[in-house]
T-cell receptor, first 113, second 115 residues
Framework: GAGVSQTPSNKVTEKGKYVELRCDPI?????LYWYRQSLGQGPEFLIY????????DSGLPNDRFFAVRPEGSVSTLKIQRTERGDSAVYLC???????????FGPGTRLTVL | GEDVEQSLFLSVREGDSSVINCTYT??????LYWYKQEPGAGLQLLTY?????DMKQDQRLTVLLNKKDKHLSLRIADTQTGDSAIYFC???????????????FGKGTHLIIQP
């Protein structure tokens, strides 16, 4: 069975540009999570979806970051007016339900020049 | 607040046992996890333990949990070169207890295997 997939695997952009990162969770998983991993750090929680709604967005660093999951499956993380400090690996995870084991995708490495 | 601490590096000889330690602060932790990350790869779930257990064994992996001291360890028996990676400890907490829905991770322990 397919695991969590993320596209693109790498994204290079210029400061001030807009980017979208996509996550395809494991089929049937209702819960979806986004994390950000900076160099030398562990992943940090950004936002969690249960179905289509963002149940917890307490980890989003500011209002330039936004995420959607319109049909309760695929999710898109959107970053406006990117800054160099946004450079990191963005990880997506899914679980069968909230509180169950989370399975991670390979991540998208975002580089802001 | 929640905090998870790990040593940054551990060096062991091939064939020896590796013990990676982790401490956490949130007493409402429900599950504790160990994830493995190889260079350029995502996080691979290795094992997990529920907070009311004190030990779990899975082939070469043994997890020990001391809930009183909020200390978690991962023992890898007969360490091989393929075990070289970064190992992350993570905790989840009860949302009803005010915990976040996401996992809280440590900074990771780099396991270095000497031939």
């Amino acid at each position: 069975g397919a695991g969590v997939s993320q596209t693109p695997s790498n994204k290079v952009t210029e400061k001030g540009k807009y980017v979208e990162l996509r996550c395809d969770p494991i089929s049937g998983h209702t819960a979806l999570y986004w994390y950000r991993q900076s160099l030398g750090q562990g992943p940090e929680f950004l936002i969690y979806f249960q179905g289509t709604g963002a149940a917890d967005d307490s980890g989003l660093p500011n209002d330039r970051f936004f995420a959607v999951r319109p049909e309760g499956s695929v999710s898109t993380l959107k970053i406006q007016r990117t800054e160099r400090g946004d450079s990191a690996v963005y990880l997506c995870a899914s679980s069968l339900y909230q509180g169950d084991t989370q399975y991670f995708g390979p991540g998208t490495r975002l580089t802001v020049l | 607040g929640e905090d998870v601490e790990q040593s940054l590096f551990l060096s062991v000889r091939e064939g020896d046992s590796s013990v990676i330690n982790c401490t956490y602060t949130d007493s409402s932790s429900t599950y504790l996890y160990w994830y493995k990350q190889e260079p350029g790869a995502g996080l691979q779930l290795l094992t997990y333990i529920f907070s009311n257990m004190d030990m779990k064994q899975d082939q070469r992996l043994t997890v020990l949990l001391n809930k009183k001291d909020k200390h978690l360890s991962l023992r890898i028996a007969d360490t091989q070169t393929g075990d070289s990676a970064i190992y992350f400890c993570a905790e989840s907490t009860e949302v009803s207890g005010g915990g976040a829905d996401g996992l809280t991770f440590g900074k990771g322990t780099h396991l270095i295997i000497q031939p």
